[in-house]
């Protein structure tokens, strides 16, 4: 081989390109894409015939009726569904963390996380209707009721149910994220000392333990902020529709028949990027205010011994959500077999496996496209994480804290303000509709939480392995492939299995890169929502919830048996 | 008014002697250019049972003339629109993604004005002489629109309610009935949420009712348009607190609606297929108890087609399906109520005496009216009512 070749295959060499690389496949879509959707906004799109630049679109946004409602909901959704989720979870941890309680909870939460949120929502609706599940299982003996009562528990104008469904799947997430940071700060030692100074177990953990836990979740928080501002596929599932939140407006407008609505909803995607960004700047404006009122608390000095009732609501609202997640799920698995099931029957009065097995060759085609996408996504995701990763640790001074905000991009820009936009790249490069485009929108959604989910253990590495590795004799490269990864093998499945679960669930991406003609189990499962019938969307989200944790199990089972001969590289939480 | 459709007819009759002498196109030179075509035809992918007679049709067209058909489901059919839309903006003005389109009404408007559609190619397909163009003036003109040969029918619907007997005993014959009965039974009715179409056929179906001369919504809507829609608002004003939620939720389109019915949320819901009861009793949606009835002075009744994109990839292939989606075997399937329950666009009086008993096989359906008592067939109004419709609609009543 060629001293230049043998040179550009170097990983050492071949690592520089990782952030440059990553930068490129995530960042320039999501920039092309906004301005492909602010073009419109502003009047330009000359296939519609607009082709001066104007503020027609924005004026005749503002002029919608409804809008101010539809911005108020999109706000209060997001910033009352983070702010809920994170109280459950933060109080949680203060009241039980170190106890048997707290690593019951971890082991019941963390397999949640995969299941996708549309699953949990159209379970959710089903559960919480006046015709639903709850009301079946208690009439009428209980409440007398033959015919479902007529009250608005879903699809509520105030968006209650919203916020609901989307704290339910918002706990795990924060739970685990809060879990990961306290593996980080060494919670155990602070807790203690300050227990020695007498401060009750919850105060101690919310004095000495959260303001240091606090800044490492603070852009997942930002995630689940913006995801709530601006979620489209579980807000038509349980939003409000009089009027809806505004990105289910967009949708509406992006869909419509007269395309001239094509500039009204670029320019209302643009304010949706606002709105994101102004709820997070409402959300940091509290931050401030909780920080000058917990550290006058804090200050104070009061010990808090008595904190009895706190402690048992915690619990009782984190067992709610995990509660309301597995009702949700078991509701669609028993629709998917279900043949009859009419009010008030409790349990389906007639099951079958027709559903399933009349749409057999069907459902394959559709779980095994599915089954791809992902794999790729997360395989690539994984390696471009891990080769980061790898660089930073080789030379720390080359990548700034601050490239961290960069790959939270896609998290926080709404994804419908820049889709359209991409979409038109897609079809301008001739790439839209394949496989290969749909790969591609997912990893955008796929690279972040691969990140998120493996840069502390690979950072928390015990470094003197490789000290060791290299005094004897083994190359830098020989260190990563047969020391680092082999140890770290679990840690890196489970970030491609969140990374594999991040794609499974993707609806908007799915739908604009692969010009509607590339079938998910999502895609599918959102499409039959507007249908009516539960048992076949029974079906699809019962393998929609299925497939993530199958990844799961692959990400625990593997090591397992492959450290069967190695104690030490064994699970033993 | 009567000289304007005159003309209408006048011209769309000129246009078809004129295509009649025109160079047609060979159809066995498209039947050999389709082979080995795969074809996207996007379709409102909502009914398992419609996606399950599309999938049957593919195989058929892949066996027959050897074209590979994949439906892609929508949830909204806007979704193509915009797709085609969005290949316009890019300047892909061959070998666009989507080769064929289940369309109608407002949508094949906006497509038509915006040049986004392949011209006049109907009168090539060998089926379409069987289309009963003179009994259902539907298949010339798209909710009034001309067709112009720019898309081929394939289905014919009207309005009908769906009703329970074990709830209802005497179901309302008019619009004001419909909303005395809902006064008496707060709660049980309800109706899709505009803009949804079939949510936008309940509020055209009561203006048509209501209005002081339904004849003006023939016409574009002008000047005038508040005026003429203005009997429907106090109706509405009356009708919401007494429906389903008070009015404060609708269903999201039909299917919903027919699952709330399924779910003995509601009693009377509006469809635009005469069989879709009869489908979704035999399917145990519905429970056997529904019926259906019409109103008394006629109810909308319009036609969907299928059209191809300026930019189809696969247009050859495009043709021959919709021209299989034509044929009397095809067309028969759709209308058993245990396949799907569609209505023919076909006449009856030009089919062949085989293809003929095909359709009079066919059972009707338990909660089916026969073609006699399924009552007059309303136009639809202009596609500009639409959305001055739905505007107020949405300014009126989603804006809390």
Redesign the interface.
């Known amino acids: 081989m060629a001293a230049p070749v043998r040179d550009a295959l170097n990983p050492a060499r071949m690592l520089r390109f990782f952030p440059a690389a990553t930068l490129v496949f995530l960042l320039g879509p999501i920039l092309a894409g906004l301005l492909g959707t602010a073009l419109p906004a502003f009047g330009f799109l000359p296939a519609l015939g607009g082709e001066q630049l104007s503020l027609r679109p924005w004026e005749q946004l503002f002029a919608t009726p409804g809008l101010a409602t539809s911005i108020r909901l999109s706000l209060t959704t997001g910033l009352i569904t983070t702010a809920l989720a994170l109280a459950i979870v933060v109080l949680f941890a203060a009241a039980w963390h170190g106890t048997a309680v707290f690593r019951w909870a971890q082991r019941l939460l963390s397999p949640l996380l995969s299941v996708p949120h549309v699953a949990v929502a159209l379970g959710f609706a089903f559960l919480l209707i006046p015709s639903g599940w709850l009301m079946r299982m208690f009439s009428p003996w209980a409440t007398g009721y033959t015919r479902p009562p007529d009250y608005v528990l879903v699809q509520d104008p105030a968006g209650i149910s919203l916020i609901l469904g989307l704290v339910i799947k918002e706990v795990p997430y924060l739970f685990l994220m809060v879990m990961a940071a306290l593996a980080q700060v060494d919670a155990e030692r602070y807790r203690t000392v300050a227990r020695t100074f007498g401060y009750g177990p919850m105060v101690a953990w919310l004095k000495a333990v959260f303001p240091r836990i606090y800044p490492q979740i603070r852009l997942p928080i930002f995630a689940v902020l913006a995801y709530g501002v601006s979620v489209v596929d579980v807000a038509m599932i349980l939003g409000p529709t009089v009027p809806p939140p505004l990105s289910v407006q967009l949708m509406q407008w992006f869909n419509d028949a007269d395309l001239a609505y094509r500039f009204v909803a670029s320019a209302g995607a643009l304010l949706q990027f606002g709105l994101v960004i102004g709820a997070i700047a409402i959300w940091c404006f509290a931050e401030r205010l909780v920080a000058y009122v917990g550290r006058r608390w804090i200050d104070a000095g009061s010990r808090g011994r008595s904190d009895g009732a706190i402690r048992a609501a915690a619990v009782i609202a984190l067992a709610i959500a995990f509660i309301a997640i597995l009702f949700s799920m078991a509701a669609m698995a028993l629709w998917s077999v279900a043949e009859r099931w009419r009010f008030p029957d409790a349990m389906p009065s007639v099951l079958t496996a027709a559903n399933w097995l009349e749409r057999t060759p069907d459902l394959w085609a559709i779980a095994l496209t599915t089954l791809v996408i992902a794999v790729i996504a997360a395989i690539v995701a994984t390696i471009l994480v891990v080769g980061n990763l790898e660089l930073e640790t080789r030379r720390p001074e080359k990548i700034a804290q601050r490239s961290l905000w960069l790959l939270y991009v896609p998290l926080i820009v709404p994804q419908i303000a820049f889709l359209f936009g991409a979409q038109i790249l897609l079809v301008w490069a001739s790439l839209d509709g394949g496989l290969l485009a749909v790969v591609w929108g997912h990893f955008l959604f796929v690279l972040p939480y691969v990140f998120l989910s493996l840069a502390d253990p690979y950072r928390s590495w015990d470094v003197r392995f490789a000290r060791t590795a290299l005094c004897l004799g083994a190359s830098p490269r020989r260190v990563l492939f047969a020391v680092k990864l082999p140890m770290l093998l679990r840690a890196v499945l489970v970030a491609f299995a969140v990374g594999f679960a991040v794609s499974v669930a993707q609806y908007l991406p799915t739908l604009f890169a692969g010009a509607g003609r590339v079938s998910t189990l999502t895609t599918e499962a959102v499409a039959l929502s507007a249908g009516g019938d539960r048992r076949l969307i029974g079906v699809y989200a019962f393998l929609q919830m299925a497939l993530p944790f199958l990844a799961f199990v692959v990400a625990a089972a593997v090591p397992a048996w492959m450290f069967r001969r190695r104690r030490d590289l064994q699970v033993t939480t | 008014m009567v000289r304007r459709t005159l003309a209408l007819a006048l011209g769309a009759v000129a246009w078809l002697a004129g295509t009649a002498h025109a160079q047609p196109e060979n159809w066995s030179a498209i039947l050999e250019k389709a082979r080995g075509q795969t074809v996207?035809f996007?379709a409102w992918?909502?009914?398992?049972r419609i996606n399950t007679y599309v999938a049957w049709a593919g195989e058929q067209v892949k066996t027959r003339f050897g074209v590979t058909v994949?439906q892609?489901?929508?949830?909204?059919?806007?979704?193509?629109?915009?797709?085609v839309?969005?290949?316009?903006?890019?300047?892909?003005s061959v070998?666009g993604?989507v080769d064929l389109i289940w369309i109608n009404?407002?949508?094949f408007?906006?497509m038509k004005r915006?040049g986004l559609l392949q011209p006049s190619w109907t009168h090539v397909l060998p089926n379409y002489r069987f289309v009963d163009t003179e009994g259902k003036p539907t298949t010339l003109f798209d909710f009034t629109i001309p067709v112009e040969g720019q898309e081929a029918p394939w289905g014919m619907a009207q309005v009908v309610f769906m009703y329970d007997t074990a709830q209802v005993r005497e179901p309302p014959r008019t619009m004001v009935a419909l909303s005395a009965w809902a006064k008496a039974n707060?709660?049980r009715l309800t109706y899709p949420?505009p803009?949804n179409f079939l949510g936008t056929t309940f509020l055209k179906q009561a203006l048509i009712e209501l209005a002081v001369d339904p004849k003006r919504l023939a016409e574009p809507a002008g000047e005038d348009a508040e005026k003429v829609l203005a009997p429907l608002w106090p109706y509405l004003d009356q009708l919401h607190p007494v429906l389903?939620?008070?009015g404060?939720?609708?269903p999201?389109?039909?299917?919903?609606?027919?699952?709330?019915m399924?779910?003995?949320?509601v009693d009377i819901a509006i469809s635009f297929n005469p069989s879709e009861a009869s489908s979704a009793i035999a399917?145990?949606?519905l429970?056997d108890t529904v019926r259906t009835f019409v109103l008394e002075g006629g109810t909308i009744g319009n036609t969907s087609f299928v059209a191809i994109p300026f930019n189809a990839k696969a247009r050859e292939g495009a043709m021959v399906l919709a021209d299989f989606l034509l044929s009397p075997e095809a067309q028969a399937r759709k209308q058993d109520p245990r396949v799907w329950g569609g209505p023919t666009v076909l006449a009856l009086d030009k089919l062949m005496a085989a293809d003929r008993q095909r359709f009079v096989d066919l059972p009707l359906g338990v909660a089916t009216l026969p073609p006699d008592r399924l009552g007059r067939v309303l136009p639809e109004p202009h596609p500009t009512w639409v959305?001055r419709l739905e505007?107020e609609w949405?300014?009126r009543?989603?804006?809390?």
Do not use: I, M
Request: aromatic share 6%.
């Open positions: 996207f996007n992918g909502g009914d398992d994949q892609v489901k929508l949830t909204d059919t806007a979704e193509a629109v915009a797709r839309l969005a290949e316009k903006s890019a300047g892909r070998g993604s009404g407002e949508n408007a906006a915006n707060p709660g949420q803009p389903w939620r008070g404060r939720a609708f999201a389109n039909g299917p919903q609606q027919r699952r709330l399924g779910d003995n949320e399917n145990k949606e429970p959305e505007k949405q300014r009543y989603a804006t809390r």
